[in-house]
Structure formats: C-alpha cells, structure tokens
C-alpha cells in the first residue's frame, strides 16, 4: 500500500445547538470526546490526529483535552468547517484526511483501516463508511470519511454556499436523499458492512438527550473502550430484539 501523509480531524465543539457541551458529557468514567479519541489512536496508518474545535473562549476545554491525550489541536472558525478543515489539514500537510464527528464516540479501527486500504487503492476523491449510503448496510457512527486535500482545497477555493460551507460532507454526498449533490464531479465510494455487524438503522452517534442516553447504557455495560462493534451488536440483539 501507498503511504501518504494521512490524517485524521475530529471535529468538535461546545457550542452545540441541539445538545450544548454534550463533548463533556460523561461515558463511563470518561467524556464523550475522550472516548472518541482512545479508540482511534488504535487505527493504524494515520500519521496525525487533530482535534479541529471553534477559536472562542468556551471551546478552550476542548483544546486542554486534546493536549492532555497527546493529540494535536487546531484552532479555526466555529461556523465554516470547510475552512476549518482546510486549513488544518493545510498546516499538517495531509495527502488524505479522515474527517469524524465528535459525536461519534464508537469509531471502529478495523473499519477505518478497511476504508483507508479501499480509498487508497482506488481513484475516488471521497470514501466513507461513516453511514448506510448506496445500500452499503453500516450503522450510523462506526465508520468514518475520507477525501483528498485536492478535493477539498477546490471545495474551500469554489464553494460560497453557507450551508455547504458548514457541513463538508455535504459537498460530496446527499447522504439524507441517498445521492449525488446536483453540483459535484468528485468520485464517490464505498464499502460493504459485513453480514454480522450489517444493521444499516442502527444509529450509533450522539445528536439528541435521549441517543446519549443509549450509548450511556452502551458504555455502562462494557466499562471500557475496548468492546468491538461486534460486541456491542452482541449486546443489542440481546437487549432488544
């Protein structure tokens, strides 16, 4: 496998509209972007991790986590991720980036590296197993992103649109209509879920009081990071089905 300068940005806020600090809310003995952070230190092939968060005074626990849990932290503007992004990935000089929402709190290493080895070996300007899109069967939240900082250099030179310069991703893919946006040309792919964790509604990421609640339990139950998704879909069936 090629090796280019890979690396990934958590990106991550206090600010929050739908649930504010929910960065800090507790997993396990832990807070949420911590438990974000221990799990992807065990991908391998990234060179750089980077906690991307707002330049403004309330986000400065978030810059204090990162530096306590040894990882890099970028400073930029709260409401333009797409500038955000870019300019950290320009002061890493990143071949690839991996882009996660803090939200996140169960990344799974081996899907990461499935996805780094797919997008690696292929021409695609974005990858993703971050979600089920084009019938690929994930869950919400195990997966991640990736795209080429030539994409997103010509995404951050052309795009004015605020709404598109708020969420990257949206610049690739319509993930909620399940299609290509009417105004790219990038290369899209991505990877099948295996059988045993394929649970495309299973939504794994925490935007709401009452989806926190659910990985609360999640993490209650395990103690630790160390459960695989395979594990917690283990625990799921069980539980509820």
Known sequence: M??????????????????????LFDLAGKTVIERVIERVKKVKYINKIVLAVPD??????????????????????????VDR???????????????LP???????????????KFHI????????????????????????????????????????NEFNREHVATNYYD???????????????TINCSSEIRRPGLCLDINTKREYI????IFQYFKDSEFTTLDLINWYDNKYK
């Not at 626990?61 to 970028?74: P, T």
């Not at 992004?85 to 882009?99: C, G, N, P, T, W």
């Not at 803090?102 to 780094?116: A, C, Q, T, V």
């Not at 659910?214 to 339990?217: Q, V």
Request: proline share 5%; hydrophobic share 30%; net charge negative.
């Open 85 to 99: 992004y870019y300019q950290a990935a320009l002061k890493y000089k990143a071949d690839l980036v991996l882009r």
């Open 175 to 189: 993930y909620i209509n399940d299609k290509y946006p009417d105004h790219t040309d990038f290369k899209i792919g």
């Open 214 to 217: 659910f990985i609360n339990e």
């Open 56 to 81: 403004t005074k309330e986000n400065d626990d978030l810059e204090k986590i990162a530096h306590k849990n040894k990882i890099e932290c970028f400073r930029g503007n709260e409401n333009d991720l």
């Open 121 to 160: 070996n292929s021409n695609f300007d974005f990858s993703s197993n971050i979600m089920n899109f084009k019938n690929n069967g994930y869950p919400d939240g195990i997966g991640v992103e990736i795209f080429t900082f030539e994409s997103l250099k010509y995404i951050w030179e052309n795009v004015k």
């Open 102 to 116: 803090g939200d996140n709190p169960i990344p799974d290493p081996k899907e990461y590296e499935k996805l780094i």
């Open 2 to 23: 090629n090796c280019p300068n890979i690396v990934l940005i958590i990106q991550a806020r206090m600010g929050s509209t739908r649930l504010p600090k929910k960065m």
